[in-house]
């Protein structure tokens, strides 16, 4: 069983769209988060969720906007794409409290053209 | 803000040899944590180390924090092919927050 999954693992749109990528863990874990890294491999934090509130936001575009519906789901909607939205979005989850082990999902490949 | 540099940003190795990869921070940390990503993966963790001059050693792999908790090191010794990827430091400071470094990739030559 995939212990943190995401969906698509590739995305590809044009400028101006609007789409979305879903992130599930089953590790029972309370806190979820939304990574991206880009090209140079850099990895910055976004956004994250301790049971379903938003505890992390991080200078990210208003065009962002993360979802938890439960502690087991967190989603990341993006409005009008723009070509610097392409990169890797990696979700990830840990139990709560102070920083513990971070379990990474496979990724998004986000391609905007 | 807090801010996490590590250096080099590129090592290239041959197999056998030995290399180590630095963390440092502008801010005292109250932990850190290592990470390794596979080329076309994801990052998975390595270890996490809390204490002031604490050294752990996972086979090849020996982390370090420093003293003053503000810098960490990796060291591989005898790299094998299987050390291929990219490893990232990753600080915090009393919250959830996780700072990455920018990661040092590492290639080896058989």
């Known amino acids: 069983d995939t212990a943190v999954s995401q969906t698509p693992k590739y995305l590809v749109t044009q400028m101006g769209n609007d789409k979305s990528i879903k992130c599930e863990q089953n590790l029972g874990h309370d806190t979820m988060y939304w990574y991206k890294q880009d090209s140079k491999k850099f990895l910055k934090i976004m956004f994250s969720y301790n049971n379903k509130e938003l505890i992390i936001n991080e200078t990210v575009p208003n065009r962002f906007s993360p979802k938890s519906p439960d502690k087991a789901h967190l989603n990341l909607h993006i409005n009008s794409l723009e070509l610097g939205d392409s990169a890797v979005y990696f979700c990830?989850?840990?139990?709560?409290?102070?920083?513990?082990?971070?379990?990474f999902g496979p990724g998004t490949r986000l391609t905007v053209l | 803000g807090q801010q996490v540099m590590q250096i080099p940003q590129y090592q290239h190795v041959q197999e056998g040899e030995d290399f180590t990869t630095y963390c440092n921070s502008s801010t005292t940390l109250s932990n850190i944590q290592w990470y390794k990503q596979r080329p076309g993966g994801h990052p998975v963790f390595l270890i996490q180390?809390?204490?002031?001059?604490e050294v752990k050693k996972q086979k090849r792999l020996t982390f370090q924090f420093g003293e003053a908790k503000k810098n960490s090191s990796l060291h591989i010794t005898a790299t094998q092919t299987t050390d291929v990827g990219t490893y990232f430091c990753?600080?915090?400071?009393?919250?959830?927050?996780?700072?990455f470094g920018a990661g040092t990739t590492v290639t080896v030559r058989a």
């Open positions: 990830a989850s840990s139990q709560s409290g102070s920083p513990r082990e971070q379990f």
């Open positions: 990753a600080g915090s400071s009393n919250d959830y927050k996780l700072s």
């Open positions: 180390l809390v204490k002031s001059g």
